[in-house]
């Protein structure tokens, strides 16, 4: 391989973090240091881990003189800093701390660049260092670079990604079983797919960050949590499930970034995360169990899908060690750091403005004139019924009939008019469920 | 973004071909002109379009003075040459002298890539040109810069791929419907997913260039076309998809490249192409009609999938404008090519070595000690029986009963061998088909 006169013969990497991604990112770097020094044409030596405490039990053991607490020595003496640690901080200043000093960094903190994504951006750029972080999104999944990428030459108008195994398994139980939610937490949790508190995952905070971070690729602008419109799964319910069965839907936890028009026509970008009816016959239907998967719509492209697994020690350590051999092989082979791919960056849109389809659920009088009062208050504020059902209510609790609705796509603000005047019917007892429909 | 001292301000790009994909190529260059400059940092100049015609009915009509029949002119003065023309001649001469000259070059022909890879690779390191082909495998599908750059840390075991839309397209009707291939292949035709003439498809050239184009990605070796073991679909039943169907799998043509070992234990890669049993669970077996899909199996990374168009001009224009752009952001950026990942070549095996499970399909004498024989035949050859499922013949010309064993996995020769012997035995009337098994 080509390398430029002063190429290095190794390359000194750091290590931050020693839990099951840290572990399995030093056992390759370790047991696979004869494959990696092919590659990149110099060796990568393993110079430390930092860890809370050098005493703790690990997924995979190194040599025990690796392992330190002083993180920011580490850093110093690092050509490549690889950030497992998670959290904000001290990640958060020991990576500024490494890209101020012209070190590139590889990183899979999600919540770190969800929020802190500009900051860090900002001091990659000022050294020309590199900032890389496919671990961060759907954890073996090449999705980030081939966004970046492959598609450099093509325009992305929509990233809709099951980015969070948890609530993917949970939905699945649900789907397949009819189980309850609170079964189905219970069921993950015994398995190891949910932790204690579940919070982050099934009031969907993690996956919002991975559409903060899928948006910032495909459209431009460091985007953070606070810009994404959030809903998890825990109101999902076994009668919304068998809804969305009979008409031929499942349901998934979709992380969604997408192109969208302000109310003045300005283009910009919609970000959301929310349980989402998608047909059956959809790609993303079939994703089972924990997997991951991102589906991505492109002018030219069309319809693409990335599948495998979002989470686990190795597959995810596999994504970071992706990013750490391009750049050793850009430090060895000389040339200027890899950049983001410019793409004109989209202000982030009131998710109101959304549009997709919904399915709604009412139930109501069993009476003449119900169906027509309720389809007068979805013309009124324009949105369009696609298919209605009418089918008697099955609780002795509340009698009556049920309507399930779908609509044609729809603004979300009109949607949110017209559930409000829908619960204000008196023939309306209770507005049970609205959904939104993708895939359609 | 930075650029070198003495960046350009515009680079010339050369197309040579006129046809679907040349024409959307031209298109996205003309039509998204600004977009392309954003993110290059430089005007890319479309300076000329190679073509026999100049004056042929196009896909999308580009400025009339860009026609020309002079490729070796329009080569001549390029910064990138983007060749669309297919087949060997001229394109094979016209990109060795486009790459001598040290002008980088995008292709997507993949029977050109199969055949004489090794000689292109050469001329590319020779001068420092790059050469990159994203569109030759799987049209729009980002599969080859994810298998060189995101597994850059992994090492992949094996590569199976959908890779050819129009047997899918039949194969799929044949499962749906319970059509005869004869009948797919009319209605694919009638479609246009299928050519005329459709041997280059359905014998499995196509899918066999694709698997050594996978292969030399994966595995290191510019491996060309004749050390593909290939199979084509022409002689799969209605029967054959009724007994897949019944065992629960559905019958795909399957490229697959795969790490395997010789005889005397060395390591090397399998490549070959035959109609493959499928579980219905697999995520390739959900690929429905002209769409392809590319499974990856790596060390770390565990299963990935990728999925969408594998064909038609805008979605394999796309890959195209990536591969362009990346290639133009490194000229004005500076630095050295992007090389391909040195992996470790490995030597083509015989496709003799390989190992999977099979379906073997024998129409027997309907007599005591018929299955006795039969499983005797299979354990003096070392092929072990999973299941065995025996049904009376449907078939008035053939009576007797008709056996279905799936077998466990097993090497090629053996099975080979298996056959031959239970083909001479008297109480086989006919050994019916023998499918392989991927996938459980």
């Known amino acids: 391989m080509p390398q430029h006169t002063d190429a290095p013969t190794a390359l000194k990497v750091a290590l931050l973090g020693g839990g099951t991604v840290g572990s399995q990112t030093a056992r390759i770097l370790t047991e696979d240091a004869d494959i990696l020094r092919d590659r990149v044409g110099a060796d990568l030596e393993l110079t430390g881990i930092a ?5 703790a039990t690990r997924d995979w053991q190194a040599d025990p003189a690796l392992y330190t607490t002083d993180a920011e020595a580490l850093v110093a003496g690092a050509d490549v800093v690889i950030e497992l640690m998670g959290g904000i901080e001290p990640a958060r200043t020991l990576i500024l701390r490494a890209l101020a000093a012209g070190t590139s960094v590889v990183t899979g903190n999600k919540a770190l660049l969800a929020q802190h994504g500009e900051e860090l951006y900002a001091a990659a750029a000022a050294t020309g260092a590199q900032l890389s972080f496919e671990a961060a999104v759907a954890g073996a999944i090449p999705i980030l670079r081939p966004l970046r990428d492959s598609l450099g030459g093509d325009r992305v108008t929509r990233v809709m990604g099951i980015a969070n195994g948890t609530t993917n398994f949970i939905l699945d139980r649900m789907d397949s079983e009819g189980a309850d939610f609170d079964d189905a937490l219970a069921e993950a949790q015994r398995l190891g797919y949910a932790e204690a508190d579940p919070t982050a995952d099934v009031e969907g905070h993690d996956a919002a960050a991975k559409a ?3 948006a910032t690729i495909a459209f431009g602008a460091p985007y953070t949590l606070d810009q994404v419109a959030v809903a998890g799964i825990t109101a999902i319910t076994a009668e919304d499930n068998a809804a969305a069965a009979e008409a031929g839907y499942v349901i998934k936890l979709l992380a969604i970034a997408e192109r969208g028009r302000a109310a003045d ?4 970008a919609v970000l ?7 047909p059956r016959e959809h790609p993303l239907a079939s994703v089972r169990g924990a ?4 589906f991505v719509e492109a002018e030219n492209a069309g319809e693409l899908m990335f599948y495998g697994p979002g989470a686990g020690g190795a597959p995810t350590a596999s994504a970071v060690m992706g990013d750490v051999v391009s750049i050793a092989q850009r430090i060895v082979r000389g040339g200027p750091a890899r950049l983001r791919t410019p793409v004109t960056a989209l202000p982030a849109l009131d998710p109101a403005e959304a549009h997709t389809s919904f399915m709604v659920v009412l139930r109501a009088a069993d009476q003449p004139g119900v169906l027509r009062r309720v389809a007068g208050v979805f013309e009124e504020h324009g949105v369009s019924i696609e298919t209605l059902r009418q089918v008697p209510s099955e609780r002795e609790d509340a009698p009556g009939a049920s309507l399930r609705l779908i609509t044609h796509r729809a603004r979300q603000r009109d949607l949110d008019a017209t559930v409000e005047a829908l619960a204000a019917l008196d023939v309306v007892h209770e507005v049970a469920s609205v959904l939104r429909v993708e895939g359609n």
């Open 51 to 55: 860890v809370r405490d050098t005493g």
């Open 212 to 214: 903060a971070i899928l």
């Open 265 to 268: 026509g300005a283009e910009g």
């Open 272 to 278: 959301r995360v929310h349980p989402t009816l998608l």
């Open 291 to 294: 997997f991951n998967a991102v």
